[in-house]
């Protein structure tokens, strides 16, 4: 969803609200057209990652007032923001921090957000026509910028990992075996490169355990109630009482 929104005075559209990233960003051309100087900015302890899977070193943070809504009724937070130096059709991106401090409830379906306030609620709406054309603009590598964390707290992509849908069939070969003590349509799927020992092994393991294999609906016979079964501890003695 993308909305206006307005910080240190300026009024800024293009901003992505997005609740999978867990930074708040503004990019460089923003960061320059505000007039704010890079002497303001703070040194970050780790990099970013997520901008088209790669890591990338911020210029610094900065805690700037964002504000919404109207003279009458103004909510206004400082926010820190890690300013990065690449292009992007958003000049922002507002992370499930920013939600969190506003508290701020969000419904992509109708592209709104709403915010409580000293006099009342704000509502913020977004533009679909403007979050389209955004989206057409950006490159098919940069669409993992949408989901950006610290280094300090994720484990970082290999670069050289395989993007894109992965067919698990390229992965391992596999063939069919049938089941020890087991009728011959009862098959199992196994690795294809196991050694002779390791596949007699599994295969005695499946054997073992075959009474938690359902190989058709008749086999489901449902979970204990002694497992599923609750119970309210009521008198049935006591007579019911309307709540008002």
Known sequence: MAIRANL???EINRVLIDSKSSVDIIFVNAFNQ???SRTQLQPLDSPLIGFGGKRIDALGKISLPVSFGGQENT???YVTFDVVDLYYPYNAIFDRG???KFSAA???GYLCMKMPALHGTITIHGSKKETRNIERAIYKSQRNI????SAKNTEPEPLDMPKGKIDVKDQEETKLVPSKNAVSDRKVTI??????????????TLARNKD???WSASDLKGVSRDIIQHSFDINPKMKPKKQL
């Open 98 to 100: 920013f939600a969190n």
């Open 8 to 10: 240190v005075g300026w």
């Open 191 to 204: 690795g294809a490169n196991l050694s002779k020992v390791e596949e007699t092994k599994l295969i005695e």
């Open 212 to 214: 938690v294999f359902a």
């Open 75 to 77: 909510r206004i937070e």
């Open 34 to 36: 505000m007039k704010l």
């Open 146 to 149: 949408n989901s950006v964390d």
């Open 106 to 108: 969000n419904h992509m």
